[in-house]
């Protein structure tokens, strides 16, 4: 089956630092790839949209890269503030209504 | 702007009770609309969604079903809840010119008692 995954479920990190999550796939190659963030009690935001034909996305402090050889994308946070401590979320869109599957998330702890 | 309302934010219902969701959204014309469920500490899950007025297509078998009566109004509806319908329920659209973006609602949080 289809499947998309995160790694990690929480991450700690401290205040400056560079956050990286971590999206695997398997089974098939998404053409996209999303990541959305959610707080709590809240619907998750969307981010980052990368296609699977780019390397890397960029938007202000957020990156996210795209290899289609080790089937995964990752997310970065650069420069992370305790504003950014959140559940993030991968996403892939399938079929014709762009419907959605997504990893369990990741939740991101950033320590002042 | 496109918005997205849901109501209520809030429910508590008993097993055996009926429910009605209800999600719009403004600004914009024939979205596609889609319902989740989150379960408490776990991932979302898509329940069903809708291309058009009238058309609806389930992701999950279970005692829901969703109706879309109009153009920019998608429903969620049980004729009786169990207690593992419990959970966060989401509405959510993409616009047609980013297709592969979703924008979310504000949820409604559901207990069944």
């Known amino acids: 089956s289809q499947k998309i995954e995160q790694n990690s479920e929480a991450l700690n990190i401290q205040e400056g630092k560079t956050a990286t999550l971590t999206c695997n796939y398997t089974?098939?190659?998404?053409?996209?790839l999303q990541w959305y963030r959610q707080d709590p009690g809240r619907g998750p935001v969307f981010l980052l949209l990368?296609?699977?034909?780019?390397k890397e996305k960029r938007k202000e402090r957020l990156k996210v890269t795209f290899d289609t050889t080790l089937k995964q994308s990752l997310f970065h946070i650069t420069a992370s503030q305790p504003a950014d401590s959140a559940t993030y979320l991968c996403?892939?869109?399938?079929?014709?209504?762009?419907?959605?599957?997504f990893g369990s998330g990741t939740q991101l702890t950033v320590l002042p | 702007s496109q918005t997205i309302h849901q109501w209520p934010a809030t429910l508590v219902q008993p097993v055996g009770s009926p429910l009605s969701l209800e999600c719009t959204v403004e600004?914009?014309?024939?979205?596609?609309l889609y319902w989740y469920r989150q379960a408490a500490g776990r991932g979302l899950q898509l329940l069903f969604y809708?291309?058009?007025?009238?058309?609806i297509s389930s992701e999950v078998p279970q005692n829901l079903s969703a109706s879309r009566p109009q153009d920019r109004q998608f429903i969620l509806s049980s004729k009786k809840l169990l207690l593992s319908d419990s959970g966060f329920y989401l509405c959510?659209?993409?616009?047609?010119?980013?297709?592969?973006?979703?924008?979310f609602g504000p949820g409604t949080r559901l207990t069944v008692t």
């Open positions: 996403a892939r869109a399938s079929g014709s209504a762009r419907q959605l599957t």
């Open positions: 959510a659209w993409n616009p047609s010119d980013r297709p592969y973006e979703q924008y």
């Open positions: 990368i296609r699977e034909n780019e």
């Open positions: 600004g914009t014309s024939n979205p596609n």
């Open positions: 809708s291309v058009g007025i009238g058309q």
């Open positions: 089974n098939y190659s998404p053409a996209y």
